[in-house]
Every structure is written in C-alpha cells, then in structure tokens.
C-alpha cells in the first residue's frame, strides 16, 4: 500500500523530482477520519523543510471549526441518486439551491453581477478553466484549422500552461505572455485578478491594433474576496471563473462556478463537463450550498445583534493582514528579499480604506544573479515556487500564505535569522 505519510509530504508540483526530506515527524491516524490522517496541526521540526509551494488555503479552518456545527449537512442513502438536478437550467447538473446560494453571496460581496448571465459550475476552476478554452476555442468565427492562442501576462499564473496543453488539443495552445503577442491570430487572453502570484490588478493588454486578430478573454477572478483584496467594483465581464476553495477554503470540495453572459459559450462548457466528468458531484453541491448559506446568514444576522467574530470575511481579513504584516516585518529584518508594495483602496463590501492582502507573496531577491527558490531551499529549506514557472525572473519566487500558523510560524524565524 502506498504511504500516506509519502503523500502527506510531497513536496515539489509533478514536474519537478521531490528532494529526500529528513526527519519528519510521525503523522498519526485519527480514527474519527474514518482511518485517515488527521487535519490537526503538526509543527514541522527545526531540520525539516516546510512546503509553501502549494496554495492549500487551510489557514481558515481555526474559523470553520468554531462553525462546524452550524454547517452541518445530513444525506440519506436514498437522496440525491440522480444525474439530473435542474432541466430547465443551460448547467442541468447545477442544483438549484447551489444556484441560488451562488448569487446571494455574489449580491452580498457585490464582487460580480450575475443577473442576465449563466451560471456553469465545475470540479473546480480548473476544470472550468478548461471547459472555457474548449467553449471559446470552438466560437471563433475564423475557418483557419490552426490552434487558437492562449495568453496571459507575465507573471502568469504557473498552471495555465500545463494546463492549456496538457491534451494536445488541435483547437488551442498556450502562447506565452500577453504583453509580448503580436501575431495576426485569433488568441484567448487569461485576466487574473488579483493576479497569482503577484496580487496586482489586471486589465487585459493584448495589443489589438498591433496583432490585428480576433480576441476572446478570461477573467480569472479566484481572489477577488475582500479579505484578500478590496471590492472596488462589481465585474460584469463576459466569462467570469470563481471557485470555493479561494473563497471559505474549502478546496477538498471542488467546486467552482463560471459567470457566463452568452449562452451558447455557457452551453459549450456545460458540454464539456459534462463529457470529461459527467457533472459535478451532488454531495460537494449540497455541503457548499450550506456553507455559502451559513455565510450569508451571519451577516445578515450581525444586524440583529450576533458576534463580528463570526463574519468570515471580517475575521479572515484580519487575518490575513498580521500575516502579511509579520512577513513584512521579518523580510525588513532579513534585507536580503523585497515584497511589492500595494495601494490602499476604498472598498465597497467594508465601506472603508484597505490594502491588498495577497494569497501568495511574490519575493524578490535583491541580488542581481540569485536564483530565490533555489536560495531558500538550500539554505532556509523552504519549499516555494520559482519565479521562472510564472513567466518571470529566477529572482522572483511565490510562497503561500494560506498555510497551517505552525509552519508559517517557523517559516518567518527562519527568514528573520538568516541575515
């Protein structure tokens, strides 16, 4: 049988071999996980790499658990056997309560407008991400056989390649950075926004009169939450991806939805899930659904007199910032990394003046020839993402911030003393 301590610690994205990594601890069974490993902190030893490769957002479950029981869902054996959810809907396997909570935490947040629009959900953005490419890809009124471009400005997000190709398609392939596209071809252009891995705002920048082709976009709008970001306006873009696991958290569920205007791209990629997994799952639909309701219920209820501890946006808000400040504050003490500096907003979900606190922190080396993954593996044995994954400069690496306290804890000691 495979280890489950090997798979609890893999370390590096599937095209990189994984280093040896010593002295880990022993990871126990928790028999209330039905035999699998237990979510409970386990503090990484001094010796030890820790991973901020990866963005597993478990830094809000502290706030879930105190939740837990308001979240509850309860399935019968002989409920929800069905493909089929909702016929009338362009997303059949969409349920409509999914639907619903979807648009009341869209109304809540005021991040994005879904009236006159479709929602598609998917297993995740990713899949949605695909199901966009293979949508619009096929829409091009172009009777060229060649594959459409697909891209994004650099830094890009590091998967959008893979990605793109990873099915060898005839109908697109990835292209590179957006900034540097001048071909007289039909492309797709990604917007991320905040962008991953930097948190910078984006707008589309393909230069239309200089490549003179037909262009489609994509507006990747995973953290555009306001505990990471503030809400300055709500997105009304043709084809819009969000996705729960960025949101509460909640990536084990792997749900994602698509804000679509026009409906036969909506239809393509209700098509395109359908054929690659046959819908979504019913039990992720329903759990995600009374999250998004025990959400929405909080603040409606705040009005009434309940705890702000219980806004989720208030409380990971917070959050995030001492985050952020304490990094800020070790890489002030370290001096050998800088961080981007980002511009206080108003926001219209907190009705005051904030700043951007990303998901991923973009450090940059201050040396001109330095290599920042390799540096801190080596000599911090921190696991991060290099710069050059993004399109970018060696220099540059992305690490999360959306990890357990303990090993963000020992991540900021090991950068403050290696001076």
């Known amino acids: 049988m495979k280890s489950l301590v090997a798979d609890q610690t893999s370390l ?18 928790n028999n209330s996980n039905n035999g699998f490993l237990s979510s409970t902190n386990i503090s990484p030893l001094p010796s030890s790499f820790i991973n901020l490769d990866q963005g597993d ?40 309560e999914l639907r619903d909570a979807i648009k009341r935490l869209h109304a809540l947040v005021g991040n994005a407008e879904t009236d006159d629009s479709h929602i598609v959900i998917g297993n995740g953005s990713t899949q949605l991400f695909q199901a966009a490419l293979f949508a619009l890809s096929s829409s091009f009124s172009s009777s060229s056989d060649d594959p459409i471009n697909v891209v994004a400005a650099a830094p890009y997000y590091s998967e959008y390649e893979d990605q793109t190709d990873i099915l060898r398609s005839r109908m697109h392939k990835w292209s590179g950075d957006a900034m540097k596209y001048d071909k007289n071809e039909a492309y797709i252009e990604v ?6 891995p930097d948190g910078s705002i984006r707008g589309p ?35 819009m991806l969000f996705t729960f696991s960025k949101c509460t958290g909640h990536a084990g569920s792997r749900i994602g939805w698509a804000i679509v205007k026009d409906k036969e791209i909506a239809k393509k990629m209700t098509k395109f899930i359908q054929m690659s997994s046959i819908g979504v799952s019913k039990e992720s639909q329903t759990r995600v659904a009374k999250i998004i309701e025990v ?16 806004l989720f946006f208030e409380h990971s808000r917070l959050f995030m910032k001492q985050r952020w400040e304490k990094l800020r504050e070790a890489t002030k003490q370290n001096g050998y990394f800088s961080l981007p500096n980002f511009s206080r907003a108003y926001c219209n979900f907190t009705n005051e003046s904030s700043e951007t606190y990303p998901a991923f922190a973009w450090l940059k080396c201050k040396k001109d020839d330095a290599d920042c993954e390799s540096y801190l593996e080596k000599e911090l044995k921190i696991l991060v993402r290099g710069g050059t994954r993004f399109g970018s400069d060696p220099r540059y690496a992305r ?10 804890d020992e991540f900021l000691k090991r950068l403050s003393k290696n001076i």
């Open 12 to 29: 590096y994205h599937s095209t990189t071999p994984s280093p040896p990594v010593p002295n880990l601890p022993s990871l126990p069974l």
């Open 57 to 96: 957002p478990v830094v809000f479950e502290a706030y879930w658990r105190k939740m837990s029981e308001k979240c509850k869902v309860e399935i019968k054996g002989c409920e929800l056997l069905s493909y089929l959810s909702d016929l009338r809907s362009v997303c059949w396997f969409m349920m409509p």
């Open 191 to 196: 917007v991320t926004s905040p962008n991953n």
């Open 205 to 239: 920048v393909v230069n239309k009169k200089k490549c003179g082709a037909e262009g489609k976009l994509i507006h990747d709008l995973a953290y555009y939450w306001p505990h990471y970001t503030p809400i300055t306006h709500r997105a009304n873009h043709d084809l």
């Open 295 to 310: 959400l929405c219920d909080s603040y409606k209820n705040f009005k009434l007199g309940s705890k702000e501890s219980d």
């Open 399 to 408: 690490l999360s911030m959306l990890g357990r306290g303990d090993d963000f």
